[in-house]
């Protein structure tokens, strides 16, 4: 991690370790998994479905598993749209919130300065955040901004992960990688394949196609691991998404931003397992 005197190596990878922790406490918190059982939704999938897309409205299957990527799309139809039939979108949305501040609540327990300046900071990146083409930054952040200090960090953080999301779908699409090769190219780099398959929806049939496709494509060896030319391809992609995430940050006051989301950050990616889905990589330092 860049430190925070030198701005010119800070970048908008090292910006998302430091908010994606604060927003992943609505999948990997207790907190946050028992509001949307209580809810009745049971089993985590139907919880996490119904929460991120709620944003989107009462949408189905087919424009989550567009917008979501790299989930199997059969994954997605076996939570929607069944769980808008035990709650609305609105209901959903109090869910997550109330489920993340919860957790949060608890692992910030005692740094409500540090919150509430992070949470001004990350609220003003996360408003210059640009809409175009990205349909779940956009849901987001339509949504009313909360006043609590903890909801707004929360919310902040949200916005900007998903906007870093949205960039790198596009920047798959550009590289012409759909949402398992995409995976199957990340395992045969530096992630184990049970991070990602199942937790992603892929039968193990759609997994070998799309190695198959890769391979035939010169990206990955016969045995599922990555070619000169798939890191090539890889690199490209996260290039790209880096690129497509950059704006929020460009006016941003880099330094003070840094500096109040790190103690925040190294608490709460203490509580998250390593390797994980989601692909955050551990903090070390």
Request: hydrophobic share 45%; proline share 7%; charged share 25%.
């Amino acid at each position: 991690m860049a430190t925070t005197a030198d701005t010119t190596t800070v970048t908008p990878r090292d910006l998302w370790t430091l908010f994606e922790p604060i927003h992943a406490v609505t999948y990997f918190s207790p907190e946050a998994t028992g509001a949307f059982e209580e809810a009745g939704l049971r089993g985590f999938w139907r919880g996490y479905f119904a929460g991120r897309s709620a944003p989107l409205g009462m949408a189905g299957p087919e424009p989550v598993a567009a917008a979501f990527c790299s989930y199997a799309p059969s994954m997605v139809a076996q939570a929607l749209p069944s769980v808008w039939e035990v709650v609305t979108p609105e209901q959903a949305l109090d869910v997550r919130r109330s489920g993340a501040r919860a957790a949060l609540a608890r692992l910030l327990d005692g740094q409500r300065e540090g919150v509430e300046r992070a949470a001004v900071l990350l609220a003003e990146a996360a408003g210059a955040a640009d809409l175009t083409g990205r349909p779940l930054t956009a849901a987001n952040a339509a949504l009313p901004w909360p006043d609590d200090p903890l909801d707004r960090l929360w919310h902040a953080a949200t916005i900007l992960r998903e906007h870093r999301g949205d960039g790198h779908v596009a920047a798959q699409l550009v590289a012409d990688v759909d949402g398992c090769e995409i995976l199957a190219l990340r395992v045969g780099i530096d992630l184990p394949r049970s991070e990602l398959q199942p937790y992603r929806g892929w039968s193990d049939e759609e997994w070998d196609a799309a190695v198959r496709r890769l391979v035939g494509r010169g990206l990955l060896t016969g045995d599922g691991k990555a070619t000169e030319a798939g890191r090539r391809t890889l690199a490209g992609i996260e290039e790209g998404t880096d690129r497509a995430a950059f704006r929020p940050w460009a006016a941003a006051d880099l330094p003070r931003l840094t500096d109040a989301l790190e103690p925040l950050a190294r608490t709460v990616a203490a509580t998250l397992r390593f390797p994980n889905p989601i692909g955050l990589p551990e903090r070390t330092g």
